[in-house]
């Protein structure tokens, strides 16, 4: 074997060595009866034509690789920013695997989330057992100061009544009766994360602005001259709320940042375990009603939240993940209008800073064509910014992106001389976008860490940004909001050009004629 103890093979290694390879061939030509590798490659081949495009595009019934993830993964991002919250996921063990699985391999930290362990059992005569039993232990074992419940698919096909189990699981003793156990269902085959995020968010603030489910009287608004913020499901959360916070500090202004997971997930390597990091305290929460507005930096992430909040007589500014010069100009104008404070000299000067940047490096970018995929709200701010830089955004595709969504990227088109011939597609998934990458081509992808799939099959480069990103490591400890978060995207989108134009010129003799060491 070429495994050993004075030299370990890992796996990039490993299984090209002789032994792995024959048994490989062997399994292929003994056990998978693969089909012809003529007639594989004649069919791959054909799903790169615009004939096999227009039948890709015609399906109706069938979604292959979809650029989104399911309701309760958005929901257990919401509990996580809340002091010593836990998420509770009615439903099976193995959905909360995911959950679990999913963020931590995106922020390389441990997330803690349980489960009611929902079985076939409990899918035949329902959960409520699973729900007291489920309560007691979470209390009991892991000590939260609240616990934030969701729901799977398994609960909501059997119409599992959320209030009236915890309303029973309280009188069974599970928890103590003034114990806050807010909740939201949260179907897994309707909607997506970002669904789950509003409901879970908006269940929290229904909870504690409305009366904790019955419990005690509703909170009557006093307005105040504070201001709320509420970032939506944003993968750069860590760097992102930092920077937020930074920058209303150069106001002079401390937010209720309402859902903070930024310490919960860049927990220190001290010696101490912490189950739970920082997050919005409950009382904070509370109060946060009587805040004199919100900011919402991704509205459609938040859209019931955002209405819910309106209607309790706030004023509330929705912004749609704003990146770049223009989308950080609103945000702070937004800031200003509601504190009444002109925007600080230090942030004017940061503004100075990116226009500055961006002047360096426009004979880059400009002309450049994109394809971008994601959450509606990041394309609507990645989108902006390509315009600014005088790119062109070829293909925008949302899969959890509506016609309405579609219709706010396609005014961004108009607006600008460089969205003439962009397209923008809602609904579609990420096999819809292989196509398009065949049949009009563009120089770069912009998307998460699937799209190296369609980088490897089509040869476009992927630009990694978004949620999630599995295979490359911190990039959510640095903002992509504000003046400085749009020089990171600047400097992300930048780089991955130049190491294209060295790729491509570095042939000794034949292309290296423009292998420059200044670009």
């Known amino acids: ?26 399994k292929k030509k003994n056990f998978e009866f693969a089909v012809p590798a003529d007639e594989v490659k004649k069919q791959v081949e054909y799903a790169k034509t615009q004939e096999y495009k227009e039948k890709n595009f015609a399906r109706e019934a069938l979604t292959v690789n979809p650029a989104k993830a399911c309701q309760p993964l958005g929901a257990v991002f919401a509990a996580n920013g809340f002091e010593g919250t836990l998420p509770f996921v009615h439903g099976s063990q193995g959905c909360v695997a995911y959950y679990r699985s999913h963020f931590s391999r995106h922020f390389k930290e441990p997330t803690s989330c349980v489960s009611s362990s929902m079985t076939e059992d409990a899918a035949v005569f329902g959960g409520l057992n699973n729900m007291i039993d489920g309560l007691a232990n979470s209390y009991s074992l892991y000590k939260p100061k609240m616990i934030a419940v969701s729901t799977t698919c398994m609960a909501e096909v059997i119409g599992d009544d959320l209030n009236a189990f915890i309303k029973t699981s309280r009188e069974k003793g599970s928890i103590p009766a003034d114990y806050d156990v807010p909740f939201a269902h ?52 860590v760097g992102n709320n930092r920077e937020v916070k930074r920058m209303f500090n150069e106001f002079g202004i401390t937010p209720t940042m309402l859902c903070d997971p930024s310490d919960a997930w860049d927990t220190p390597t001290d010696g101490e375990f912490r189950m739970y990091d920082g997050g919005t305290t409950l009382e904070d929460t509370a109060n946060a009603i009587h805040a004199k507005g919100t900011i919402v930096m991704q509205s459609i992430c938040a859209e019931k939240t955002a209405d819910y909040i309106q209607s309790k007589g706030q004023e509330v500014v929705k912004l749609h993940h704003p990146v770049g010069v223009k989308g950080t100009d609103e945000f702070l104008m937004a800031i200003s209008k509601l504190s009444g404070k002109p925007i600080p000299a230090s942030l004017t000067k940061e503004r100075g800073r990116l226009v500055d940047a961006i002047a360096d490096s426009s004979a880059h970018i400009h002309g450049k064509k994109f394809a971008l995929y994601g959450d509606p709200d990041l394309m609507l701010g990645l989108t902006g910014f390509l315009l600014e830089l005088g790119a062109e955004p070829t293909t925008v595709l949302s899969t959890n992106g509506d016609d309405a969504w579609a219709a706010k990227i396609q005014a961004l088109f108009d607006a600008s001389p460089f969205g003439k011939n962009c397209k923008v597609y809602p609904k579609k998934d990420l096999w819809h976008m292989r196509s398009l990458l065949f049949t009009e081509p563009v120089d770069f992808l912009i998307g998460n860490t699937y799209g190296k ?14 949620f999630p990103i599995f295979d490359r490591h911190h990039k959510h400890r640095y903002p992509v909001w504000g003046y400085q978060g749009a020089l990171n995207v600047l400097v992300t989108i930048l780089d991955k050009i130049f190491d294209q134009m060295d790729i491509s010129t570095n042939g000794i003799a034949t292309t290296d004629y423009s292998f420059d060491i200044i670009r």
């Open 186 to 237: 949260t179907p897994a085959f309707v909607g997506s994360h970002i669904t789950g995020y509003d409901n879970a968010l908006k269940g929290i603030l229904n909870y504690f602005w409305d009366g904790k489910a019955g419990t005690v009287p509703a909170l009557e608004r006093k307005p105040n001259d504070s201001i709320n913020f509420i970032g939506g499901f944003d993968g750069y959360v």
């Open 453 to 466: 799939y369609l980088d490897r099959d089509t040869g476009i480069p992927l630009i990694r940004l978004g």
């Open 1 to 26: 074997m070429s495994q050993n103890a004075d030299k370990v093979l890992d796996h990039f290694e490993l299984f090209r060595e002789p032994e792995y390879t024959e048994m490989f061939a062997n």
